[in-house]
């Protein structure tokens, strides 16, 4: 199943992803009787255990006023607010080589703060003072379940779906003291979406191409094979210090090809326009403007 948040004013709207557009849940839901959640937040509280019955809704739908087109709608992000959000650094061989990196022995967490969610298509406003701002096209997990100490074999079976993600980073500040926050976390550097896939359809989130295009150019093109931690042993890693909960989100890691990795580096600026593609997701887009 495809999940995907859309705006009326200033609400985030729940839809499904169909061959006849996207099913506006809520009014879906209220027609039909069916007992489901009917907003992103109240789906992602819920988890994994939503989708039956979302799939019931989906297979009841049969009026056509609540199928919206695509290309009418305002995305939102796609999972609006989550309850936590982890980042996982140097997560990729060739990205680790490129900077220079030792790889590491476990993985490198760190996180970003909800101000950093941005939806597709939303612009991202520069200040003028960041002069070293680089993308970094990652997949990104939501969790379904809640896991506290699950093994590398369950891992998986907590994730309620896959979507694309821009772990944007301003480098200066993010090596300014040691501590990463400051370069990560700045308002609108978490794009994420348009999609959120559920884990059924993605059954090897290890063999996924992921690319990266600025202005058009492709920069990175590489395969979550090439992960140095796989997206179970991040989870069973995270829970042993953590309960990992429905909503929460973890960004993977990026492969190769960042602006960081270049011998010329020329860092993003307003106009720039970043297009990320992990296999089965979807595309996100999303354009640097002056703040």
């Known amino acids: ?17 169909t061959d006849r557009g996207i099913l506006d849940v809520a009014a879906a839901a ?25 799939a019931a809704l989906a297979d009841a739908a049969n009026d056509a006023a609540w199928f919206l087109n695509e290309v009418d709608l305002v995305f939102g992000p796609a999972v609006p607010n989550p309850g936590k959000i982890l980042c996982v650094g140097l997560n990729y061989q060739k990205h680790a080589a490129e900077t220079g990196a030792t790889p590491p022995a476990e993985p490198v967490l760190f996180s970003k703060f909800n101000n950093a969610i941005t939806a597709p298509g939303e612009d991202i406003p520069l200040q003028a003072d960041w002069t070293r701002v680089d993308y970094e096209s990652e997949l990104g997990v939501v969790m379904g379940r809640t896991a506290r100490n699950v093994s590398v074999d369950e891992a998986l ?7 694309n993600m821009n772990d944007l980073s301003e480098r200066r500040l993010q090596m300014l003291s040691g501590q990463w926050l400051l370069g990560k976390t700045l308002d609108k550097f978490l794009p994420l979406g348009p999609y959120v896939v559920s ?5 090897d989130p290890q063999n996924l191409a992921i690319k990266g295009w600025l202005n058009g150019e492709l920069r990175q093109s590489s395969n979550t094979a090439d992960m140095i931690f796989t997206v179970a042993e991040v989870i069973a890693y995270a829970s042993r210090v953590m309960t990992l909960s429905p909503g929460d989100v973890i960004s993977t890691g990026t492969p190769e090809g960042v602006i960081m990795g270049m011998a010329d580096k020329v860092w993003l600026k307003p106009g720039d326009e970043y297009i990320v593609e992990v296999e089965g997701l979807g595309k996100l887009v999303n354009r640097m403007v002056e703040a």
């Open 1 to 17: 199943m495809r999940l995907t948040t859309y705006q009326t004013g200033d609400a985030n709207q729940l839809g499904i992803v």
């Open 30 to 54: 209220a027609a039909t009787g069916i007992d489901c959640p009917t907003s992103p937040d109240a789906l992602y509280a819920m988890g994994s255990a939503a989708l039956h019955e979302l």
């Open 157 to 163: 079976d907590c994730v309620f779906g896959y979507c």
């Open 199 to 203: 884990a059924d359809e993605i059954p």
